[in-house]
């Protein structure tokens, strides 16, 4: 069993930032890649971004490409999500989700097997 927790959600003004971390640990814990994917009141979940564990391919969503950054480190089977000029409609819970293996598109939900349990993100204008 992998277990996957989120950690640094909060509240923070328009224009901030934030950097999300998500640490992976369970028996043996390997994974093709890691990605973010966000949860806005009343609205389906969304891809945000997502970094394959080796060789570290980037994707990102277009509401949050150029202002923000994933990122990896495999010794500590963490990931993390930077996100810079933060705007009211990016208030959401921030899932994070490990796929074992590629099968199709990393923006989608169904291609990862692993989920934490999110972590709320507001922010105020």
């Known amino acids: 069993q992998v277990q996957l927790v989120e950690s640094g959600g909060g509240l923070v003004q328009a224009g901030g930032s934030l950097r999300l971390s998500c640490t992976a640990s369970?028996?043996?814990?390997?994974?093709?890649?890691m990605g973010w994917f966000r949860q806005a009141p009343g609205k389906e979940r969304e891809f945000v971004a997502a970094i394959t564990w080796i060789g570290g391919r980037l994707y990102y969503a277009d509401s949050v490409k150029g202002r923000s950054t994933i990122s990896r480190d495999i010794a500590k089977n963490t990931v993390y999500l930077q996100i810079n000029s933060l705007k009211p409609e990016d208030t959401a819970v921030y899932y994070c989700?490990?796929?074992?293996?590629?099968?199709?598109?990393?923006?989608?939900?169904?291609?990862?097997?692993?989920w934490g349990q999110g972590t709320q993100v507001t922010v105020s204008s």
């Open positions: 369970g028996r043996t814990f390997s994974s093709y890649a």
């Open positions: 989700a490990a796929a074992r293996t590629y099968s199709g598109s990393l923006f989608l939900e169904r291609e990862y097997d692993y």
